[in-house]
């Protein structure tokens, strides 16, 4: 069993940064794939950015390339999203997410526990 603990969310205006911290418990973060999704309101969940346990590996969706970065720090168990040049679309709950396994992260493979979330508002 992994706990997920999301924080670091707010009110932002466009063009503003925000850092989301996720800290895990329960198990050894350290050997697990790591991501970050979001919901915004009235559509489904999406993929935001995905970390190995080494942080070798590191992807991110299309539209925030350039804007974040996902990093994290295996002795203090968290992973980190650094959110900068926020745009209005940007706004959402943003979850953390935890896959298990090898430690690479794989796409179709989906994730394995979830924190609750953070609201993101972006406003214009």
């Known amino acids: 069993q992994v706990q997920l603990v999301e924080s670091g969310g707010g009110l932002v205006q466009a063009g503003g940064s925000l850092r989301l911290s996720c800290a895990a418990s329960?198990?050894?973060?350290?050997?697990?794939?790591m991501g970050w999704f979001r919901q915004a309101p009235g559509k489904e969940r999406e993929f935001v950015a995905a970390?190995?346990?080494?942080?070798?590996?590191?992807f991110y969706t299309n539209s925030v390339k350039g804007r974040f970065t996902i990093s994290r720090d295996n002795a203090k168990n968290t992973v980190y999203l650094q959110m900068n040049s926020l745009k209005p679309e940007d706004t959402a709950i943003y979850y953390c997410?935890?896959?298990?396994?090898?430690?690479?992260?794989?796409?179709?493979?989906?994730?394995?526990?979830w924190g609750q979330g953070t609201q993101v508002t972006v406003s214009s």
């Open positions: 997410a935890v896959q298990t396994g090898s430690g690479s992260y794989y796409p179709a493979r989906g994730m394995d526990y």
């Open positions: 329960g198990r050894t973060f350290s050997d697990y794939a």
């Open positions: 970390i190995s346990w080494s942080s070798i590996g590191i």
